[in-house]
């Protein structure tokens, strides 16, 4: 990594952030990340020590940023939506909703309808009292009010259904989102928890060695410099062409990215059931043809 140091003694920029516990950076300095594109922030400020700094990113980021979480939002009886984030949406953002208690298999959607400032969360079914929904607003350039802790993929290791995965310094009150990178059936995710340095996943079955989960987990900013930004975001809406395996053309998308894929609408419980990201494309496996009445949202991750 090389680094200006800018006359003032206080500013300083190059292509990669300081790492975690340099020294020589006073408390308060600022760093420009050069050449900063896609979703990066290209702001960072040392919230750390002289003897061992911590650069945070603030102000806002190049691309789609999460602009707030919601949830997780306890459930009732008798009505398959919910109202989320009240005047804290707009018509442009990216709403992604995941389950953070559950019970069954049954799916999530999440729009912002027409001329409103809240998601709206639709379930396959009435959820009742056993679910739990969490949301995620995606805004672009944006001042995030959530950055990534961590992201990746994991290859189940099985024996239940439940499945562990060690994500060090996750803490409770951090949020989740996944989707299966690869399976073998069409098992379903059911929930995400974030618990002290774990992510547990539930599905509705023994996931065996054959599966692995994409994850991402977000925090709020400002206390941590983030792994991970977010790429590229979009939503696909499928032809009338297409099959039960969408292919999203993401130009400059690399195989070694994160993808999350959530419903944006669906009238149906098809579920989707994997998510594999190559050169320029992301190839989505859903459980049946989604035809015209279904749209996906889906963020593409990349490490910092």
Same mark, same amino acid.
């Given at each position: 990594?090389?680094? @200006?140091?800018?006359?003032?003694?206080?500013?300083?920029?190059?292509?990669?952030?300081?790492? @975690?516990?340099?020294?020589?950076?006073?408390?308060?300095?600022?760093?420009?990340?050069?050449?900063?594109?896609?979703? =990066?922030?290209?702001?960072?400020?040392?919230?750390?020590?002289?003897?061992?700094?911590?650069?945070?990113? %603030?102000?806002?980021?190049?691309? %789609?940023?999460?602009?707030?979480?919601?949830?997780?939002?306890?459930? $009732?009886?008798?009505?398959?939506?919910? =109202?989320?984030?009240?005047?804290?949406?707009?018509?442009?953002?990216?709403?992604?909703?995941?389950?953070? &208690? *559950?019970?069954?298999?049954? =799916?999530? =959607?999440?729009?912002?309808?027409?001329?409103?400032?809240?998601?709206?969360?639709?379930?396959?079914?009435?959820?009742?009292?056993?679910?739990?929904?969490?949301?995620?607003?995606?805004?672009?350039?944006? /001042?995030?009010?959530?950055?990534?802790?961590?992201?990746?993929?994991?290859?189940?290791?099985?024996?239940?259904?439940? &499945?562990?995965? #060690?994500? $060090?310094?996750?803490?409770?009150?951090?949020?989740?989102?996944?989707?299966?990178?690869?399976?073998?059936?069409?098992? /379903?995710?059911?929930?995400?928890?974030? $618990?002290?340095?774990?992510?547990?996943?539930?599905?509705?079955?023994?996931?065996?060695?054959?599966? *692995?989960?994409?994850?991402?987990?977000?925090?709020?900013?400002?206390?941590?410099?983030?792994?991970?930004?977010?790429?590229?975001?979009? $939503?696909? @809406?499928?032809?009338?062409? &297409?099959?039960?395996?969408? #292919?999203?053309?993401?130009?400059?998308?690399?195989? @070694?990215? /994160?993808?999350?894929?959530?419903?944006?609408?669906?009238?149906?419980?098809?579920?989707?059931?994997?998510?594999?990201? #190559?050169?320029?494309?992301?190839?989505?496996?859903?459980?049946?043809?989604?035809?015209?009445?279904?749209?996906?949202?889906?963020?593409?991750?990349?490490?910092?």
């Amino acid at each position: 990594m090389k680094t @200006t140091h800018f006359p003032n003694g206080v500013c300083c920029g190059g292509t990669s952030v300081p790492r @975690t516990g340099l020294s020589g950076y006073s408390p308060g300095t600022l760093y420009s990340l050069k050449d900063a594109s896609l979703g =990066q922030a290209p702001a960072w400020i040392n919230i750390g020590t002289y003897a061992s700094c911590l650069f945070v990113p %603030y102000g806002p980021v190049m691309g %789609y940023g999460v602009h707030t979480v919601g949830g997780p939002l306890d459930c $009732t009886n008798g009505s398959t939506t919910s =109202q989320m984030l009240a005047g804290m949406v707009i018509p442009t953002d990216l709403c992604f909703a995941g389950m953070f &208690e *559950s019970d069954d298999n049954d =799916q999530v =959607q999440c729009t912002v309808p027409a001329g409103k400032n809240y998601a709206l969360v639709t379930n396959s079914a009435d959820p009742l009292v056993a679910h739990d929904f969490q949301v995620a607003v995606l805004r672009d350039n944006c /001042v995030p009010g959530w950055d990534i802790f961590a992201a990746g993929t994991h290859t189940t290791v099985g024996g239940a259904a439940a &499945e562990a995965i #060690t994500v $060090t310094g996750a803490l409770a009150g951090d949020l989740a989102f996944v989707t299966y990178g690869a399976t073998n059936d069409t098992d /379903v995710i059911r929930k995400a928890v974030v $618990t002290a340095d774990t992510l547990t996943v539930t599905c509705d079955a023994d996931p065996s060695t054959a599966h *692995s989960i994409h994850y991402v987990i977000f925090r709020p900013r400002g206390s941590f410099k983030p792994s991970h930004y977010i790429a590229y975001a979009g $939503t696909h @809406t499928p032809a009338d062409a &297409e099959t039960a395996t969408i #292919t999203t053309t993401v130009t400059g998308a690399l195989a @070694t990215d /994160v993808a999350i894929v959530a419903w944006h609408t669906s009238d149906d419980a098809d579920t989707i059931l994997k998510a594999v990201v #190559t050169a320029n494309t992301l190839t989505t496996t859903l459980s049946a043809d989604p035809v015209v009445a279904h749209a996906l949202n889906y963020m593409i991750l990349r490490a910092y």
